[in-house]
């Protein structure tokens, strides 16, 4: 494997960092059994984990984000899924263990307002513990 060069001066801190694509969970029952496993609270969050079992067919990082109507109304909820996304996107890559699925759940008058920053920080304690 050839050495990577150093990132451009003008690319952003974690840009240089070779990240793995991340999955979308859309089905209901992905949801379910990622329901039944670990749960790890944050102010801004809900944290589900799960290790998926060896017949999956993946081995990539899967992730699945979702807010009920307690959240707000639709604007309130694409804002709250949209600030997970991103943090996932920022996250997971580095933090997050292959054949392994995530559950953001947005709370209500939190991840829609909650300092950016922090949730991410957030993210990364949430997925320490998950993982021990």
């Not at 003008?10 to 059994?33: E, Q």
């Amino acid at each position: 494997m050839a050495p990577q060069s150093p990132p451009p001066s003008n690319a952003s801190p974690g840009a240089f960092c070779a990240k793995r694509p991340l999955v979308t969970l859309t089905k209901r029952a992905d949801f379910l059994l990622a329901a039944r496993a670990a749960r790890v609270p944050t102010p801004a969050f809900l944290l589900q984990a799960r290790k998926r079992n060896d017949d999956d067919a993946t081995d990539a990082i899967r992730v699945g984000f979702t807010c009920s109507k307690k959240v707000g109304n639709a604007v309130a909820r694409n804002r709250a899924k949209r600030r997970l996304r991103e943090i996932a996107r920022a996250v997971l890559p580095v933090e997050g263990k292959d054949g392994w699925d995530y559950v953001l759940i947005g709370r209500k008058d939190a991840t829609a307002t909650h300092d950016f920053r922090a949730m991410q920080a957030d993210l990364y304690r949430a997925l320490g513990k998950a993982h021990g």
